[in-house]
């Protein structure tokens, strides 16, 4: 590598090297993105999306041009000081969920950095940008399955509620785009409106904990024929009526496990009342020592292992795209019996 007087590798010789690892850094991205998506999916987090990217050699161009207030570089470390070559979105619907998708993350990967930035905005009085940015390192022991071949790599994942989303990314086209000077009445908008959101963040966790306050009193279940083949969209309607006090996995999880209950000869809604009135749930949760409420799909995926066992992991492996799935279940499957 070319480098300057004072030890800095050149920047043309930075980007090129770049665009040549760029390919690698694509297939370590995806492969992050799917660790991260397991993750949470193992701890029944419901997430409304997770999105990916790999910076573009433009945005790194301008990153490696910034100045310290003397002059000097601020990458002066070139590729090795800057941790977001790789960057994760992960978008949650409530905001109490949030805090549980960095706990989540934080138990697969090495944390570098964490900075709670709604917390910073409220200490300091300031409305504006809000969620969590974390920099994380796939490790070198025991790296999530499908990321061994990325050990140590470091990538940014910034985690917060759509409301906060939709602030971030209406702000960043309004003030990062214009050509034109901000004035201050914009400024003023802003704020005001990311007051109003984080409001409305609240609002969402309160709406949630309600519903789901008057259905473990008693949910009730829209009449169908008890004979009829379950459906996702069937199985959905009868957990959340059954256990309500667990909160709903992503609408897709539901048709896995309309096809995990066919397997396991569980294909009615009367069949799928019986199971759930002979399986202890209380001792299954008790065993599983969830670190967070988990949604109805791996609750139902615990109960079904309970009641089925190793006959369940080889009757069910090759569902979904977990390679790991038995691997996964039979750890599972040891704290189910050790209880």
Known sequence: MTASPGGITDTTTLLRDYAARRRALEGACASIKHAVEARLQDDGLNYHQITRRVKEIESLQQKLARRNP??????ADGLRGIDDLIGIRVIMFLETDVLKAVEALKGVFVVKEHVDKTAQGREMGILGYAGQHLVLEVGQESPPSGCSSCKGQRFEVQIRTVLQHAWAEFEH????????????????????????????????????????????????????????????EGVAELLIARMPEYP??????????????????????????????????????????????????????????????????????????????????????GKLRDG
């Open 70 to 75: 003397d002059g000097s570089r601020k990458y």
């Open 173 to 232: 086209e309004v003030r990062y785009k214009s050509t034109l000077p901000i004035p201050a009445s914009v400024d003023r908008a802003l704020s005001m409106a990311s007051g109003l959101l984080e409001l409305a963040d609240q609002q969402f966790v309160t709406i949630s904990e309600t519903v789901r306050g008057e259905m473990t009193e008693g949910g009730e279940l829209h009449t169908r024929e008890p004979e009829e083949v379950l459906t996702a």
């Open 248 to 333: 709903s996995s992503r609408q897709e999880q539901y048709g896995w496990l309309a096809d995990a209950l066919a397997v396991c000869g569980i294909r009615t809604e009367i069949q799928l009342e019986e199971f759930l009135e002979d399986v202890d749930r209380a001792a299954v949760t008790g065993r599983m020592g969830y670190r967070f409420p988990p949604g109805h799909v791996r609750v139902m995926d615990d109960l079904l292992l309970s009641a089925f066992a190793e006959d369940y992991v080889e009757r069910t492996s090759h569902l979904g795209d977990d390679e790991q799935r038995a691997t996964k279940l039979r750890h599972r499957l």
